[in-house]
């Protein structure tokens, strides 16, 4: 099992609609939970972090974790085409006193005009 | 706000030649990670280093080092570049090691 999952996608929702990304990780101890945009050819951007179980939104984004059930989602609200873009799960583990920052794969976000 | 600054932005190299990729942290950021993204996939971990130490070591490449000065300004040197080396290198920072991290713009090395 990988530390860190991501359905690759594509997710493909119309304008205005909510688009809803999961991920899910095996590490039970894990804190901190990131989010982030990436645009093809471009940097992953930090777009939400959360470290406490529930909901935490952010204009448009709305970050949830579940830490019984080992998910972290995130909610686009009013879906823009401009959206469109691999969104990357991170979470950092840690072990023995060390921190270990694992990406999912990501999934990839089409947000059809 | 300052972001993490890398340079250059492109480089060109042949096989065989030798390249240094530089990153600048965001200031007070004390950790710094570099990441290799081929085209069309996600980016693959290579090394990190907190207050100037070497702190993990991902996928990276024996021909691969990379080191944290002083100014926790960040090196990767590359030797021996071969094809399978062009990628998008990226640098990212941080306060600590369980802190959010940030992405400079990346260095897209091209190998010919």
């Known amino acids: 099992q990988k530390e860190v999952e991501q359905n690759s996608g594509p997710l493909s929702v119309p304008e205005g609609a909510i688009a809803s990304l999961n991920c899910t990780y095996s590490d039970r101890g894990s804190q901190s939970f990131f989010w982030y945009r990436q645009y093809s050819g471009k940097s992953p951007e930090l777009i939400m972090f959360i470290y406490s179980n529930g909901d935490k939104e952010d204009g448009r984004f709305t970050a949830q974790l579940n830490k019984a059930s080992q998910y972290v989602s995130l909610l686009i609200r009013d879906s823009q085409p401009s959206d469109s873009a691999t969104y990357l799960c991170a979470v950092i583990l840690t072990t023995s006193g060390t921190y270990k920052y694992i990406f999912g794969t990501g999934t990839r976000l089409k947000v059809l005009a | 706000a300052a972001g993490v600054i890398q340079s250059p932005r492109h480089l060109i190299k042949e096989k065989r030649e030798t390249a240094t990729l530089k990153c600048y942290p965001i200031?007070?950021?004390?950790?710094v990670y570099w990441y290799q993204q081929g085209p069309g996939q996600d980016p693959q971990f290579l090394i990190s280093f907190y207050e100037k130490m070497q702190s993990d070591k991902g996928s990276i490449p024996d021909r691969f080092s990379a080191q944290q000065f002083s100014d926790y300004h960040s090196e990767l040197n590359m030797s021996s570049l071969e094809l399978g080396d062009s990628a998008l290198y990226f640098c990212a920072s941080s306060l600590g090691e369980d802190q959010p991290q940030h992405f400079g713009d990346g260095t897209r090395l091209s190998i010919l």
């Open positions: 200031p007070r950021h004390d950790t």
